[in-house]
């Protein structure tokens, strides 16, 4: 016969009953992220990445577009500037430096080339890449596919305060 088990308690888990239980306790704050990147991929993702970015944030930085321009080495390959909210331009290797996450807003007209760029250099730096795709699920088909394959997390929602609550979970 099994002894019968202790029901737990809602707030056990956030205090220490006993000395012995008081040792594992972590009384330090969780620190927060190092750097989020919001970036709009489209005009309806700006207005939300906008006004998003009037809220209080620790190291977040918002970027209503990302354009794909012909890069200045000699590779001949093409660099992502970021146009940010208030509207100084920098580019997406500079942002890349001091972030740990990136995460691309689009709605059903998000330039697909630009996400592949920056999904592929978050890659390339092992930086965790996010998209929120802002409408119903079968307008937006296009640019899930572009983004799937570039973000770790990808949430379709219709309701545009999601990017603000993925925020907050992140710490940003």
Known sequence: MTAPMRPVL?????????????????????????????????ELAARVVRD????????????????RVPANGAGGGR????RSVDRTRTSLDTELADADVVVMVAAA??????????????A???????????????????VVSALRPHAQVLMVTSDEQDLSEVLTALRA
């Open 109 to 122: 007209d998000g330039n697909g080339a630009t996400a592949s760029a920056i999904g592929r250099a978050c």
């Open 52 to 67: 998003v970015a009037a809220q209080t944030w620790n190291a977040a930085r918002f970027y209503l577009s990302a354009l």
């Open 79 to 82: 660099a992502v500037v970021l």
């Open 124 to 142: 390339s730096r092992g930086i965790m890449a996010a998209g929120i795709i802002l409408g119903d699920a079968r307008d937006v088909r296009d």
């Open 10 to 42: 809602l707030n056990s888990c956030a205090r220490a009953a006993t000395a012995e239980e008081l040792r594992y306790r972590i009384d330090r704050p969780i620190r927060p992220r190092r750097g989020a990147r919001v970036v709009a991929l489209d």
